[in-house]
């Protein structure tokens, strides 16, 4: 198979493009993507302060990539979550990377700062792992980047990602997580702006580009993931996208352009009215207590500990 | 020589086939779909019409990725 724009040997098809590519165009094709994903929703700008919410694994490690090879000042954030045989691994490829890069780092583990890892803390705080998890690092990331004066927080998700989250929404019309799904989601009061450059790449490209990159990445799957909704969804996309290629990417498309702001009026977003600071964390909250304060009380640690990062 | 070795992941284990095959044929014999996974002959990405040879080392890497819990 011939690359369609240079005629040189490809490495990967792109179904829904109707072409393959050769390494050096499709890294081209990548880095394209993420910045038309940028400038088409107003992202960042070309000197804000990034952090990237790092996992280790594909999306992450490409994106933080990807934003330095495009100029962005990036550092990495990275949650030790506890999770034997898992997140030792994991970790390990975030360093490696950082390294490589010479970028910047920082650590936060749940255990050693806060006292629990996401099993205990789940079990405490009578969630499934997951959403001890979500809490977890949504909380952690909107801190970090508020007190590290970033500002943005960048996270790796994907095109399959959010065409998966669409169709759990839409199959449950969930029109308050159906308008807060947004490819940006600017800072307000007490909340960092939230980005998501990969929404233009499909997991099997942020996975390509990693493997053509030479960029080691923790492919194992968490072992919490087996089995959970998500995965469903992203099995049934799969099938209608390999029978009528690009389906995933319309659908997800023609949401933003047609559906997201409709969706949004309906909802009528306008919880922000009662919010007022933790009063143990200062994260904005409706309730005596933030979420995340409680799971970590109920779980017997420190919610008063501040996350170790500064602006660099 | 002897053989195509594939390296499947998640979990981690290799299985044997005889070669030549075609990468499209081989994730048909192994049961993937074309798109939730990568083919990597001897360290390089390859296409699904690419002719996988006697003796190559074969990793099939799944690219479907799910936590629920991410913001
Ligand atoms: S699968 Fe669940 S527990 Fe594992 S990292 Fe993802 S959100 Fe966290
Ligand atoms: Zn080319
Ligand atoms: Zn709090």
Known sequence: MKCRACRAGAVIELPRHNSALCRDCFLAYCRNQVSRAIDEHEMLRPADRVLVAVSGGKDSLALWDLLLDLGYHVDGLYIGLGISGYSEPSAGYARAFAQSRQARLVEVDLKGHYGFDVRSGAAADHRVPCSACGLSKRHIFDRAALEGGYDAVATGHNLDDEAAVLLGNVLRWDLEYMARQRPVLPATDGFPKKVKPLVRLAERETAAYCVLRGIDYQVDECPMAAGNRHLGYKEALGLIEERSPGTKAAFYAQFLERAAGPVAAAAGTNASTSLHPCPSCGAPTTSQLCAFCRLVERAGGDPKKRIPVSAG | ?71
């Open chain 2, 1 to 71: 020589m002897g053989g195509v070795r594939v390296l499947l992941r998640n979990p981690r284990r290799e299985v044997e086939l005889s070669g030549p095959v075609r990468v499209s044929a081989l994730l048909r014999q192994l049961g993937y779909r074309r798109e939730a996974v990568l083919v990597i002959v001897n360290g390089t990405l390859v296409t699904g019409d690419a002719s996988i040879e006697e003796g190559s080392e074969v990793e099939v890497r799944p690219v479907i990725s799910g936590g629920a819990g991410w913001p």
